[in-house]
């Protein structure tokens, strides 16, 4: 079965300080795709990234970054010098091959204090 | 940019109602998904469409059905609206199946008292 675990439900640091979002995921495929979505206050989420399981390599995108391992299935996110405007709930997702429909984790809610 | 519209921000609505929840996209995409947010939940999946008159039920379809006349739109049906299906409710939709992401509408928030 699959299953998505963010652990963290609430993180809250103060502005320019680094932080990372866990998110661990379970499933018996060989070949599938994670995802992170960012939900901010208007309610409207937002695709991030996507990664698929043969592709280990991390990914940086200006502030953001995502650590995959399948060793240990996880697939962290790192804001770094975070600012208010990241305030928002982030969700893990994954979904296997052949399957149409993305199995989200139940989201961390990060508050960034000025 | 892919642009998902839902009918209403904000709903209000009496038990035993019918209720319809509206979404439409405007890239052509095949599939299209209706989730309910609830605090602690998560997003959990409704039903599914991947063709126009196709649907497939997702994880928690009782008390909803859909319908997917056109492909550009997706509607949600309470048939009788009860207080527990007071929810946050999301539309989605993708280009194909698995491996392409979801892109989403701004959500209908539903009252039902």
């Known amino acids: 079965a699959q299953k998505v675990t963010q652990a963290q439900t609430e993180i809250s640091v103060v502005e320019k300080e680094d932080v990372t979002l866990d998110c661990v995921y379970e499933?018996?495929?060989?070949?599938?795709?994670l995802f992170w979505y960012k939900q901010p206050p208007s309610g409207e989420l937002v695709f991030l990234i996507r990664r698929n399981s043969f592709d280990e390599q991390n990914e940086i995108s200006g502030r953001y970054s995502w650590n995959f391992q399948k060793s240990t299935s996880s697939f962290n996110f790192t804001i770094t010098a975070s600012q208010v405007v990241d305030s928002a709930v982030y969700f893990c997702?994954?979904?296997?091959?052949?399957?149409?429909?993305?199995?989200f984790g139940s989201g961390t809610r990060l508050s960034i204090r000025p | 940019d892919v642009k998902v519209t839902q009918s209403s921000r904000y709903l209000v609505k009496r038990t035993g109602e019918k209720v319809f929840l509206e979404c439409v996209q405007d890239?052509?995409?095949?599939?299209m998904f209706w989730y309910r947010q609830d605090p602690g939940l998560g997003l959990r999946l409704i039903y599914f469409s991947y063709d126009v008159k196709m649907k497939e039920k997702g994880d928690i379809p009782e008390g909803y059905s859909v319908s997917r006349e056109k492909k550009e739109r997706f509607s949600l049906i309470l048939e009788s609206a009860s207080t527990n299906q007071t929810s946050m409710y999301l539309c989605?939709?993708?280009?194909?199946?698995?491996?392409?992401?979801?892109?989403f509408g701004p959500g209908t928030r539903l009252t039902v008292t």
């Open positions: 997702a994954l979904s296997e091959i052949g399957a149409s429909k993305i199995i």
């Open positions: 890239m052509d995409h095949e599939n």
């Open positions: 989605a939709s993708s280009l194909g199946g698995s491996g392409y992401e979801q892109y």
């Open positions: 499933t018996r495929d060989t070949t599938y795709y």
